[in-house]
């Protein structure tokens, strides 16, 4: 078996095959290194996120890092690039991201938890039964929008709907030019499907919740043979199969990033996300003759005047201001959050000062 298709199952195999542009190296991340760090660091790409430790690909080999005192694990990512010092098993820096998938905690603690770095595709999963629920469709859009990230809506489990066609549909009008595609994951044409998404340097990542058939669609790009797990018959909704975010090659040069099921989905910062997921409201909004518009009953309203006119789903203006309502909430507690951090650090620098006196 090429490496290239082992490396994801075995930290330890040596990846002597791998050049920093197989991996996804671009010029946006060359232009961050100084020539010191180019003569003594080595760039590595992150493959898993373990507690206390990470692991990384690189062109010297697969890399078992400890982190340097300021840098936590919650800050680093799968997908991310690092400088590495291979000697001392050592992570020096995080490069910034080309792009970033993150989602608020579920009770908007006014923390962030990062998903995937440097992601080129997001693969939104659902399957065509029980699962198929728009309002979860439409979280996933805001966040792969508000992340930069293109889009593409898999259907699974096509062959065991009598209408797929439907789901479809329902799908398309999510998005304006949104690709949706309806397949069986079990079949051997799921990786070329999937290609023009998964070319040499390219990288995609799985979201879903449990049970639609994330683990069969990795199995099927990647060649691995991770355990899948069935359904319960009532609701379709499974269980855990993927624990934890990893980074697999995929045998036509792309990288996989594979995400466990995330049923609780929180929006924060997403402004641009939500608007750039309900485009034919947010183009509308600037038109209302209040700028404090709610687009309920005022007068002059754009929006219920598109709705009167049957341009605009009344459903979808519910959920858009649902999820709005969600992220201005949630961002404000993140607001609160940063300050208090402000504040306590600014006591402890004063304490410190007052000691050293």
């Known amino acids: 078996m090429p490496i290239s298709q082992r490396i994801a199952f075995d930290e330890d195999i040596p990846l002597t095959d791998l050049t920093r542009d197989a991996l996804g190296w671009s010029p946006f991340f060359m232009s961050q290194l100084d020539i010191d760090e180019l003569e003594t660091l080595t760039p590595a790409r992150i493959a898993t996120v373990h507690r206390?430790?990470?692991?990384?690909?690189?062109?010297?080999?697969?890399l078992e890092?400890?982190?340097?005192?300021?840098?936590?694990t919650a800050e680093v990512a799968v997908g991310d690039w690092v400088l590495a010092a291979p000697a001392q098993h050592r992570l020096t820096r995080v490069l910034e991201r080309k792009t970033e998938l993150s989602r608020s905690t579920e009770f908007h603690t006014g923390d962030k938890q990062l998903i995937a770095a440097n992601l080129d595709t997001l693969f939104i999963t659902s399957s065509c039964n029980n699962d198929f629920?728009?309002?979860?469709?439409?979280?996933?859009?805001?966040?792969?929008?508000?992340?930069?990230?293109?889009?593409?809506?898999?259907?699974?489990?096509?062959?065991?709907?009598?209408?797929?066609?439907?789901?479809?549909?329902?799908a398309r009008a999510l998005g304006r030019g949104l690709e949706v595609i309806a397949l069986d994951a079990k079949t051997q044409d799921v990786a070329a499907i999937l290609a023009p998404w998964c070319g040499k340097g390219q990288t995609v990542a799985l979201a879903g919740s449990s049970g639609v058939g994330k683990t069969t669609v990795a199995n099927a790009?990647?060649?691995?043979?991770?355990?899948?797990?069935?359904i319960r018959e009532d609701d379709a909704r499974g269980r855990h199969t993927t624990t934890g975010r990893s980074l697999h090659a995929i045998p036509s040069g792309g990288w996989l990033i594979d995400t466990p099921g995330m049923r609780g989905l929180g929006l924060a910062e997403a402004a641009f996300g939500i608007d750039a997921?309900?485009?034919?409201?947010?183009?509308?909004?600037?038109?209302?003759?209040?700028?404090?518009?709610?687009?309920?009953?005022?007068?002059g309203c754009?929006?219920?005047?598109?709705?009167?006119?049957?341009?605009?789903?009344?459903?979808?203006?519910?959920?858009?201001?649902?999820?709005?309502?969600?992220?201005?909430?949630?961002?404000?507690?993140?607001?609160?959050?940063?300050?208090?951090?402000?504040?306590?650090?600014?006591?402890?620098?004063?304490?410190?000062k007052k000691k050293g006196r």
């Open 52 to 62: 206390d430790r990470v692991v990384g690909f690189s062109e010297i080999g697969s």
């Open 65 to 72: 890092l400890t982190l340097d005192p300021q840098i936590t």
């Open 133 to 170: 629920n728009v309002a979860r469709l439409e979280r996933y859009l805001a966040l792969a929008h508000d992340a930069m990230v293109t889009p593409v809506i898999l259907l699974t489990k096509a062959d065991q709907c009598d209408d797929p066609d439907a789901y479809v549909d329902q």
């Open 221 to 230: 790009l990647t060649g691995g043979q991770a355990a899948t797990q069935g």
């Open 277 to 299: 997921t309900f485009p034919e409201i947010s183009e509308l909004v600037n038109q209302c003759k209040f700028r404090d518009c709610a687009h309920e009953s005022e007068p």
């Open 302 to 352: 754009a929006v219920q005047a598109a709705i009167a006119a049957r341009d605009i789903d009344p459903e979808r203006l519910r959920r858009f201001k649902k999820l709005k309502r969600e992220n201005t909430h949630a961002t404000e507690t993140i607001a609160q959050s940063r300050e208090r951090a402000k504040k306590f650090a600014k006591g402890v620098k004063r304490a410190i």
